[in-house]
Each structure stands twice: as structure tokens, then as C-alpha cells.
């Protein structure tokens, strides 16, 4: 019963900035390492960036210095700033979340997906 619902996906010009939500819900006993996922046209799904829940990062090479996740453990929810956007950053972005959860009396551990929100990069 935990769902992810990203939001903030769009289309901006090359060297323009979006900030891209994730936010969780369900029964939630807690969340681990979030993370963002892309996949561009044609290409398979590859990671942007993670953060655990006591905020240590990790970013693709790619977007480094452009990119910054955080998240805010009071809402779940993990939020991706992206700066100075390039073609090439076009894809359909994914949240992701390890997640402990209570489910008929039981804590299971669940890795979620969000559905998944399009950002497209071009003038």
C-alpha cells in the first residue's frame, strides 16, 4: 500500500532549472535510501542520484554540479533540483524508495517505484 507520485516534470529551454518531486504514502514505518532514475528515448533506465535517510548523496557523473537531491523525512518526500539542463537530460524520470512498511500485522521490506514524469530538454 505505499505508492510514490512524481511531480514537476516539463518542458524547459537548454541552461533552465526544474525541481522535480517524490512524494510517499501509505503505511510507512520508514524509508531508507530514496533515489532518481532516468531513462532517455531509446536507452536503458540508469541513476541520477540517491540519498539515504541521513542525507549522504551520491550523483552520476553526469549531473554533477548540476544536479542536488534531498528530501525532507517528515513528508517522505525526496525532491531533485536540476540546473543548467541539457538535451541530453531529457528522459522520463523515476522515483525510487526502499521502504519499510506494515502490511496484515507484518513489516516488509518493499523497493517502490514512482510512475514515472517526463522532462524534456530543447529550444
Known amino acids: 500500500q505505499v505508492q510514490l507520485v512524481e511531480s514537476g516534470g516539463g518542458l524547459v529551454q537548454p541552461g533552465g532549472s526544474l525541481r522535480l518531486a517524490c512524494a510517499a504514502s501509505?503505511?510507512?514505518?520508514?524509508?531508507?535510501?530514496m533515489g532518481w532514475y532516468r531513462q532517455p528515448p531509446g536507452k536503458q533506465r540508469e541513476l541520477v542520484a540517491t540519498i539515504t535517510s541521513g542525507g549522504r548523496t551520491n550523483y552520476a557523473d553526469s549531473v554533477k554540479g548540476r544536479f542536488t537531491i534531498s528530501r525532507d523525512n517528515a513528508k517522505n518526500t525526496v525532491y531533485l533540483q536540476m540546473n543548467s539542463l541539457k538535451p541530453e537530460d531529457t528522459a522520463v524520470y523515476y522515483c525510487?524508495?526502499?521502504?519499510?512498511?506494515?502490511?496484515?500485522?507484518?513489516?516488509?521490506?518493499?523497493?517502490?517505484w514512482g510512475q514515472g514524469t517526463l522532462v524534456t530538454v530543447s529550444s
Open positions: 501509505g503505511s510507512i514505518i520508514s524509508i531508507n535510501t
Open positions: 525510487n524508495a526502499d521502504v519499510i512498511l506494515t502490511t496484515e500485522h507484518l513489516y516488509r521490506r518493499r523497493e517502490v
